[in-house]
């Protein structure tokens, strides 16, 4: 006869530095996609909430999630910017003012409207400069929704992603349609 282990009871006379490590090996690395309420007041996501925030206290400390995005009704959504990748439309970027922008590290735009039609002339004129204010960026992936063939490499020369963003390994641009990069 097997039996279903659903709790571990012996966890808690674990040495503390066995927990942490333990909790840590549990921060799944994430997408978070990031949409504008129909208000415009705030941000929200229907990415679930990491189940590691929901056992104990511990659990939250330890796993370094945080609430974020809080919008003005006390929505937030549950973060770890160390492992998250936050997704956003480029057009989420005109709410850039409750963005958590000193923390974001790991950045995914998708050049496109809520109508997905392509926002390439906007994007690189009038919001692309808003990534110098997000002064922890390590990576940054651009969703073009056409063949990269019609996006210069110049883009990512001319562009500046703030100074922790490598450019040569932390910029891509990636081809909505086929994955390609």
Not at 62 to 84: A, C, E, L, M
Not at 129 to 145: A, C, E, K, Y
């Amino acid at each position: 006869m097997s039996t279903s282990l659903s709790t571990f009871h012996p966890f808690p006379n674990l040495t503390p530095e066995l927990r942490t490590l333990i909790i840590s090996h549990c921060t799944p690395h994430r997408t978070i996609r990031i949409k504008s309420s129909s208000s415009g007041l705030g941000l929200y996501s229907r990415t679930p909430t990491p189940p590691i925030t929901r056992v104990n206290r511990e659990c939250r400390q330890h796993s370094s999630y945080q609430k974020s995005f809080t919008s003005p009704s006390g929505r937030y959504i549950w973060v770890n910017f160390t492992h998250d990748t936050i997704h956003v439309l480029s057009t989420v970027f005109w709410h850039i003012e409750i963005m958590p922008r000193d923390e974001i590290r790991h950045l995914r735009i998708e050049l496109v409207d809520e109508r997905g039609e392509e926002v390439i002339e906007d994007w690189w004129h009038h919001l692309l400069p808003l990534l110098r204010t997000f002064p922890s960026l390590l990576t940054v992936d651009l969703l073009v929704p056409r063949d990269l063939r019609y996006y210069a490499p110049q883009y990512i020369d001319d562009a500046y992603f703030g100074e922790k963003c490598d450019k040569e390994k932390g910029v891509r641009i990636v081809a909505m349609g086929s994955g390609e990069w």
